[in-house]
Nanobody, 124 residues
Framework: QVQLVESGGGLVQAGGSLRLSCAASGGTFSSYTMGWFRQAPGKEREFVAGISNRGDNTYYVDSVKGRFTISRDNSKNTVYLQINSLKPEDTAVYYC?????????????????WGQGAQVTVSS
């Protein structure tokens, strides 16, 4: 069983930056593909970024390319999401998720473990 805990959310002005962290415990972190998802009020949860278990493959949804960067440190059992040039439409609860596979996928139903979420609010 893998436990995931996100941190680093908060209230930021448009144009600002945040770094979300997700600390994992209870499993072999280096064997899991990791993903970041977000859910805005009244909307479905959507995939944002993913990274393969060794960190050699990353994938982003088009709307965040060039602004978001996913990375991981397997020695620290942690995955990060650097968010730059924040926009009000980035306001959402951000979730990290783990998938027991080497392949990055964008579908939330393919991820086995989820964190509790971190609120990111961007003011205009």
């Amino acid at each position: 069983q893998v436990q995931l805990v996100e941190s680093g959310g908060g209230l930021v002005q448009a144009g600002g930056s945040l770094r979300l962290s997700c600390a994992a415990s209870g499993g072999t972190f280096s064997s899991y593909t990791m993903g970041w998802f977000r859910q805005a009020p009244g909307k479905e949860r959507e995939f944002v970024a993913g990274i393969s278990n060794r960190g050699d493959n990353t994938y982003y949804v088009d709307s965040v390319k060039g602004r978001f960067t996913i990375s991981r440190d397997n020695s620290k059992n942690t995955v990060y999401l650097q968010i730059n040039s924040l926009k009000p439409e980035d306001t959402a609860v951000y979730y990290c998720a783990a998938r027991n596979s080497w392949v990055v996928t964008t579908s939330n139903i393919t991820y086995n473990y989820w964190g509790q979420g971190a609120q990111v609010t961007v003011s205009s």
